[in-house]
Structure formats: C-alpha cells, structure tokens
C-alpha cells in the first residue's frame, strides 16, 4: 500500500522541518489525512534541559494543516512523551509547527489571521477549514504573543493616541517603533498611569536605551518621558503641531461662514445682500481645499481654493501661513535654519493663529528638535491613518481588544 517514493514525496510538499511522512489516506468528504512523525529521536526536557532518548509514550491526535487546493488536510501527528533521566519524570515533545493542546498546525494560523485581516471571522470560517472558536482562539493566541514581546531594539518613541469612537472622547494610546514603523503596543487608555505601567515593564535597559521619543503636544507624556527615558530627547510631532494649526484654520473657516450667514439675515439693501451671498458661496464646501496640503489637491478643490482666498482675505492669509509652516518641516534639515525660519513664521503668525502661536512658543524646544533629527516625518501621520482605516472597516471596534489584536497583527503578521 505504502509507496516509499509517494512518501518522499509527500514529506517534501508537507514542507514541515524534522517531520516526515508515514503513511496518507483520502477520505471523501472529509480530506487528505496524512500520518506523519518526528525524524528526531529525542528531546530536551523542559524542566532541566538534559537530552532524552528514552520514549515513555505515545500520543497521537489530529491536527488540521493548510489544505492543499480545495481539500482540507490533516496530519495525525505523534507528541510523544519522554521520560527524563535525571529528573525521573515523563514530559512530552515539544513540536514547532504546532502549538501544544491546538487542532491545527501553526502556519495554519498565520494564515488563517492573515485572512482574517483582510475579512471578518464568519467569512473566513464559513470556508469550512477552520472554526469560529478555533479563529478566535487563533487571534487570541496571537496577542498574548505579542503582548509579551519587549521591544529590545527601540531606539526612537512615537506616542500617539486614536479616538476608539470618534466622537466620545475615549481614547487610546498607541506606541510606534519610529525606525521601523511599527506599531508596539495599544493601551486602553491614554492616560500616564496606563502607559507608564507598559513602558516600565520593558526594564530599564530598553527604557536607558532609548535616545527620542516623539508625542504630541501633552506635559503628561513629557513628564513620563522625562521620568522613565532619562536618555531621551523629547521631540513634537510635527504631525500633531500640523493638526493643531489646521483646527485653527477650520475654526476660523466656519466663523467666517457664521458671520456671512448673519450678514445675510441681517441686510436690508438688496445689493448688499447678493455681495455677502457671493461670499458665502465662496467659503462653501471649501474645508478640503483650505485643510489638504496644497500639493495634492484636485483640480476641482484648487479651484475652490482660489475661489475661497478670493472672498476671504483672512482665510487667504492663514492658508498661506499653513503652507509655509509645512514647507519649513519639509525642507529644513538643520537645526540653525530651522529655528530661524519658524521665528519668522511666529512673528506673522501671532495674528492668525494664536493658539498654535501659544503652543509652539512653549513647545518650542521641543518643536524645533525636530530639526535635529527629521527622519519621523510621515510615519506617526501613516500609522494613524492607517489606524484610522482598520477602525473605519468596522468588525466590531466597540471591543478595544479586538481593535488591539487586529491593529497589532497588522504590524506583526511575521511573529
Ligand atoms: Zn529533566
């Protein structure tokens, strides 16, 4: 029954390391069955570490495998039980390609989670290869691996936060590895207390090791880096100083509007009247044009664009200034140019943005530390947007756990 040359072969499309495999059976309905077995004759106890050979037991189970095309596949796998040697007690194997106490190999769950990224869990599941229960035991499986991992490598902090439910003032903290982009960690909250307990947790050989953590403009993260990252230098996102000077933007966008509205209630000559409507046309539907960066407008908002600057002189002058903001973080890669350049923008815009105004001045070592060490541009932005959009998909985010597991994986798919 046995072909040596089909089981060579077999062993080679199974692709698993040490396993080989002993014998196949297809059942209709049901699949590919493959029996298959270690090729170590040994194994490490886990209590002491010695070597042994000595087999105590058999155990054998089932496992589910990636299926090969449209049939499912499964592997009856041996997790034999050793008796140790020195410590007199039997222990069981340890297997690479799967989990102990799971049904299914581990390349199944990485794929399986893949999957699950792109799709919501029933879709996935009503495939018929893996289970509801088996998918969220998979996630959470997932993220406890992730929650343990300390980040040994990090050298530069980002802080940032998302709303969890836009509007409701909830927020959660994220923290970013700013050299390689990826998020660490998501905590339920974005309070000191709650991100102080995660930090302290990496020991202080990362916490010494790290030399920037980038945040938005908030003296609890300052505190906490100061206390925790005695190395680090404290650097503004210019991300969020960007959001800042936008929402002042805005604000005076819709004051404008507000104030045409009621010129218009309140005209009594006709003439007047269709000049203030002439103007409120003008600011209309023009929020995208005055708030994207100028580079990547449509045609369409460029022209709004003109048209809004047209009818407000003091819209035209904050666009302006917001622009130049930008474009000094854009194009100034040292320090001495730098803090020259974002004087001269305070001291024109005091009057328009006062706000910013205020928190740049008393931000502004840490604004202008920027300059030093400009790499971050974009990826506190790309992560939150990107954030943003895994929330916007929607699978159920009212759970920040499952936001978390998800966001996490995102990053980590290669665990
Ligand atoms: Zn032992």
Redesign the pocket.
């Given at each position: 029954m046995v072909n040596k040359k089909d089981i060579k072969i077999l062993t080679e499309i199974l692709d698993l390391e040490d396993v080989k495999v002993i014998s196949h059976r297809l059942h209709s309905g049901i699949g590919i069955i493959l029996q298959t077995e270690s090729k170590k004759s040994q194994s490490i106890?886990p209590?002491?570490g010695?070597i042994s050979h000595k087999l105590h037991q058999n155990h054998r189970h089932i496992v589910k495998d990636l299926p090969f095309g449209e049939k499912p596949v499964f592997l009856e796998i041996n997790r034999r039980q050793f008796k140790?040697e020195?410590?007199k007690?039997p222990f069981s194997e340890e297997l690479d390609f799967v989990r102990k106490k799971r049904t299914y190999t581990k390349r199944l769950a990485y794929k399986t989670i893949q999957e699950v990224l792109e799709n919501d869990i029933h879709t996935i599941a009503s495939k018929g290869i893996v289970t509801t229960e088996e998918i969220e035991r998979m996630l959470k499986d997932a993220s406890e691996e992730l929650s343990d991992s300390r980040p040994l490598n990090l050298k530069r902090l980002g802080i940032d936060e998302i709303a969890l439910v836009k509007g409701k003032g909830h927020y959660c903290a994220v923290l970013i590895d700013l050299d390689t982009s990826k998020v660490i960690a998501m905590l339920s909250d974005r309070t000191k207390a709650v991100i102080a307990e995660v930090i302290t947790g990496w020991g202080v050989e990362v916490l010494d090791r790290i030399e920037e953590v980038s945040i938005d403009l908030w003296q609890g993260y300052k505190n906490l880096v100061v206390e925790l990252m005695p190395n680090a230098q404290v650097v503004a996102d210019r991300f969020h100083v960007m959001t800042q000077i936008n929402k002042e933007l805005d604000t005076q966008r819709k004051r404008e509007k507000r104030n045409v509205e009621e010129l218009i209630k309140k005209a009594k000559l006709v003439a007047d009247k269709t000049e203030y409507e002439q103007i409120l046309e003008g600011l209309k539907s023009s929020k995208y044009s005055l708030l994207k960066n100028e580079d990547n407008l449509s045609e369409e908002q460029l022209n709004k664009l003109i048209e809004v600057k047209s009818v407000s002189p003091i819209l035209k002058v904050m666009h302006e200034l917001k622009e130049k903001f930008r474009k000094i973080f854009n194009k100034t890669n040292d320090w001495y140019t730098g803090v020259f350049k974002l004087g001269m923008w305070l001291s024109r815009a005091k009057k328009y943005f006062p706000k910013s105004n205020n928190t740049i001045i008393r931000w502004f070592d840490e604004v202008i530390a920027y300059f030093d060490n400009g790499t971050n541009s974009g990826t506190v932005e790309g992560i939150n947007n990107k954030l943003k959009l895994i929330k916007r998909s929607g699978y159920g985010f009212r759970n920040f756990e499952n936001f978390r597991v998800r966001c996490l994986l995102n990053w980590h798919i290669n665990y």
């Amino acid at each position: 029954m046995v072909n040596k040359k089909d089981i060579k072969i077999l062993t080679e499309i199974l692709d698993l390391e040490d396993v080989k495999v002993i014998s196949h059976r297809l059942h209709s309905g049901i699949g590919i069955i493959l029996q298959t077995e270690s090729k170590k004759s040994q194994s490490i106890c886990p209590n002491c570490g010695e070597i042994s050979h000595k087999l105590h037991q058999n155990h054998r189970h089932i496992v589910k495998d990636l299926p090969f095309g449209e049939k499912p596949v499964f592997l009856e796998i041996n997790r034999r039980q050793f008796k140790c040697e020195k410590c007199k007690k039997p222990f069981s194997e340890e297997l690479d390609f799967v989990r102990k106490k799971r049904t299914y190999t581990k390349r199944l769950a990485y794929k399986t989670i893949q999957e699950v990224l792109e799709n919501d869990i029933h879709t996935i599941a009503s495939k018929g290869i893996v289970t509801t229960e088996e998918i969220e035991r998979m996630l959470k499986d997932a993220s406890e691996e992730l929650s343990d991992s300390r980040p040994l490598n990090l050298k530069r902090l980002g802080i940032d936060e998302i709303a969890l439910v836009k509007g409701k003032g909830h927020y959660c903290a994220v923290l970013i590895d700013l050299d390689t982009s990826k998020v660490i960690a998501m905590l339920s909250d974005r309070t000191k207390a709650v991100i102080a307990e995660v930090i302290t947790g990496w020991g202080v050989e990362v916490l010494d090791r790290i030399e920037e953590v980038s945040i938005d403009l908030w003296q609890g993260y300052k505190n906490l880096v100061v206390e925790l990252m005695p190395n680090a230098q404290v650097v503004a996102d210019r991300f969020h100083v960007m959001t800042q000077i936008n929402k002042e933007l805005d604000t005076q966008r819709k004051r404008e509007k507000r104030n045409v509205e009621e010129l218009i209630k309140k005209a009594k000559l006709v003439a007047d009247k269709t000049e203030y409507e002439q103007i409120l046309e003008g600011l209309k539907s023009s929020k995208y044009s005055l708030l994207k960066n100028e580079d990547n407008l449509s045609e369409e908002q460029l022209n709004k664009l003109i048209e809004v600057k047209s009818v407000s002189p003091i819209l035209k002058v904050m666009h302006e200034l917001k622009e130049k903001f930008r474009k000094i973080f854009n194009k100034t890669n040292d320090w001495y140019t730098g803090v020259f350049k974002l004087g001269m923008w305070l001291s024109r815009a005091k009057k328009y943005f006062p706000k910013s105004n205020n928190t740049i001045i008393r931000w502004f070592d840490e604004v202008i530390a920027y300059f030093d060490n400009g790499t971050n541009s974009g990826t506190v932005e790309g992560i939150n947007n990107k954030l943003k959009l895994i929330k916007r998909s929607g699978y159920g985010f009212r759970n920040f756990e499952n936001f978390r597991v998800r966001c996490l994986l995102n990053w980590h798919i290669n665990y």
